[in-house]
């Protein structure tokens, strides 16, 4: 539409009505919220009202396909019936570094053709921005939320690449790392310049003296690097909080112009066309005095007031929380008013304990309760991210059946970095802390599940049982509701990469070893083409009954144990039927019958589903059911 002088201003006004409109419907949350945060300053409103500025600005500026967009979901959001994208069974995920999977942003959108075929249509890159040279924690230390690292492209390239995703029905995940910014960031200099708008932004000590006394009571995250939570700045002469590494400085949410200056970069983000925001190290954004600082009230309180910002601006952008805490905790940030979408590390880590244990007991027994999300509410399933993996079930879950939460931990961090006797893994350990012997495992989907062990021993049986294993891990993830994610690369079972040590840049992260570049991944000579293709047709067949089945839209799911604590049963019941995927964890075949594979429905005829799509055998229900070692058998009843 050309737009004259007076249908503009037209044009305008009615801009602002929908925007108040928006603000309206939202105010006594963002006013009630505000309050909780920031309610003893006698400037508070001074400061509401210049975050309502920043909502505004961002408002005027989102362009007509996103407003289009948030048009839409926010409709399909109110229909009765319809699932969001999120909760489908057709929505699968994957994840890469954009130069080591692509290169950079533009060779990526040449690779969406490819994750198509793959079957994906959501994916989270890693953070592309501005970020000090070396030292930026795989682009964690963001020196600037709108300007793109220099080889991989240019806010530009990110905007077309989330219109090519959009055209295709596909949706990009991209993180907001809000806990933390570098200390190249312009703030982070000019507080080091001593400039009193930014000296706020971080948390600043002249002394030790409160540097200590936080410290009594703080985890230590990243150890072999750095002793406690603080850094000396000389510039500053001070002590500056960094909960990760030195590089990398907590922002200050006890300023209310650190929440307004993130609100803004926030929203920003979602102006380029993100679909989805994926709130990192979230539990860590708010301290007091005398507590662990993490998941403290304050961070729900904080986390929802970003999201009412979403909620007025920009509706159909999702948040997705990273906690990687107590399974507990982890469940606090999934909700309506929070995050609808949430990583879910519980199924991650105790999968791995299952198959190294060949007994699914603590992992059905801490889902059992866990699972079930709000209605609005998903998971994001995986086995394995950029990250390391970290035991974090409950200690009183383990307790209840009869395992010593401590020495598990031992043994599982033993089993997974390849010392355990007869352990089928070769992981590396990660951030080894000596005062608590506490530590956490790295490696890939591959290495992890065996396949690089019997490779070099060039043993086919412990190869046969690797790669089911392996496959079986991800029918965990894809049978299970959510939004299951993929590292890209795993898909031809890429081995560790331990050339990470030789590169001073990436010598001192042990997570490096399970981010390899897809290129070399896939023509890895260590790995034969056709053990590659084995793990990649798997995949797909996983991937062809997710989408076949109808019951994978079930609202929910289900795990339950036979009396045989090698099988697992994930149940997803829609309406008249239901589907029992029926898992064996061990290395040998196991036979059950099916009245037990039911758990406590009426035990009628069944149906085995062997092919994507098709019905059949018709089964009786006192007729045994075998199920081969590490593998799984679909039954509809
Ligand atoms: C998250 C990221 C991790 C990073 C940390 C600090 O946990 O996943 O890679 O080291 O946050 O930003
Ligand atoms: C996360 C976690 C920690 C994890 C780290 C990144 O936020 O709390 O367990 O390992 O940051 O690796």
Not at 598 to 606: F, G, K, L, P, R
């Amino acid at each position: 539409m050309v737009l004259n002088r007076s249908n503009k201003r037209r044009y305008n006004v009615q801009r602002e009505i929908r925007f108040v409109e928006r603000l309206g419907e939202h105010y006594s949350d963002l006013h009630s919220l505000y309050l909780e945060l920031y309610g003893d300053r006698p400037d508070c409103y001074r400061f509401l009202e210049e975050l309502i500025g920043t909502l505004a600005e961002a408002w005027e500026v989102r362009n007509s396909d996103l407003r289009e967009r948030d048009a839409r979901d926010l409709f399909e959001r109110n229909q009765r019936d319809g699932l969001p994208w999120f909760q489908r069974r057709t929505t699968i995920g994957a994840m890469c570094y954009i130069d080591r999977f692509a290169g950079d942003l533009r060779s990526l959108e040449h690779k969406l053709d490819y994750l198509e075929s793959v079957g994906i249509n959501y994916l989270h890159v890693m953070p592309p921005f501005k970020c000090p040279n070396g030292r930026n924690d795989g682009g964690y230390a963001v020196s600037s939320y709108r300007e793109i690292r220099d080889d991989l492209g240019t806010m530009d390239d990110l905007e077309r690449l989330s219109h090519s995703m959009h055209e295709r029905g596909m949706r990009l995940a991209l993180d907001f790392v809000f806990n933390h910014t570098s200390d190249e960031h312009e703030w982070a200099r000019s507080a080091k310049r001593k400039d009193p708008r930014y000296l706020n932004h971080y948390y600043i000590f002249p002394n030790r003296r409160l540097p200590d006394r936080y410290e009594a009571t703080l985890r230590e995250i990243f150890p072999e690097e750095k002793r406690g939570s603080f850094v000396y700045c000389s510039e500053i002469h001070g002590w500056v909080w960094s909960t990760f590494h030195r590089y990398q400085w907590d922002l200050n949410y006890g300023n209310p112009k650190v929440l307004e200056d993130m609100v803004g970069e926030m929203l920003y983000l979602a102006n380029r066309g993100v679909d989805v925001l994926r709130l990192d190290a979230l539990a860590f954004t708010w301290k007091e005095l005398g507590t662990s600082c993490e998941n403290l009230p304050k961070v729900h309180t904080l986390v929802r007031l970003f999201r009412v910002a979403i909620e007025i601006v920009a509706p159909s952008v999702e948040f997705k929380s990273e906690a990687i805490v107590h399974p507990d905790d982890v469940l606090r940030y999934i909700e309506e008013r929070e995050c609808r979408m949430s990583y879910n590390p519980l199924l991650m880590a105790l999968s791995w304990e299952a198959v190294a244990t060949r007994d699914v007991s603590l992992l059905v027994r801490s889902l059992e309760h866990r699972y079930s999300l709000p209605v609005s509410c998903a998971w994001v399933n995986y086995i394995r991210c950029h990250d390391d993996i970290g035991w974090t079930f409950s200690d009183d879950d383990a307790r209840e059946i009869g395992v010593d939460p401590f020495a598990h931990r031992n043994f599982l961090n033993r089993f997974y970095s390849g010392v355990f006797p007869g352990t089928f893994a070769r992981g590396v350990p990660f951030q080894l802390n000596p005062t608590t012997g506490d530590c956490r495992v790295c490696g890939t989907a591959a290495s992890l599940s065996g396949i690089e062990q019997a490779l070099e021993r060039d043993d086919p049986g412990l190869l046969e049982n690797a790669i089911r294993r392996m496959l079986l891990l991800h029918a965990f993830i894809m049978f299970a509701r959510g939004v299951p994610v993929l590292y890209l690369g795993d898909e031809y079972g890429q081995l560790n990469d331990y050339s990470y040590t030789e590169n001073p840049k990436t010598a001192d992260d042990s997570r490096w070893v399970h981010r390899p570049c897809f290129e070399t991944a896939i023509s890895d000579d260590r790995t034969p083409s056709e053990v590659r293709k084995r793990i990649s047709d798997g995949l797909a067949r996983i991937i062809a009954f997710r989408k076949s089945e109808s019951e994978f839209d079930a609202e929910d799911t289900h795990f339950h144990t036979v009396a045989n604590p090698g099988i697992m049963v994930i149940r997803r019941h829609a309406g008249a039927t239901s589907m029992h995927v029926v898992c064996n964890v061990t290395d040998s075949p196991m036979a059950v019958t099916l009245s037990r594979v039911v758990d406590s429905e009426e035990c009628t005829d069944a149906e085995l589903i062997t092919e994507p799509g098709v019905s059949g055998a018709k089964i009786k229900c006192g007729a045994p059911l075998e199920i081969p070692a590490l593998d799984y058998v679909l039954v509809r009843l």
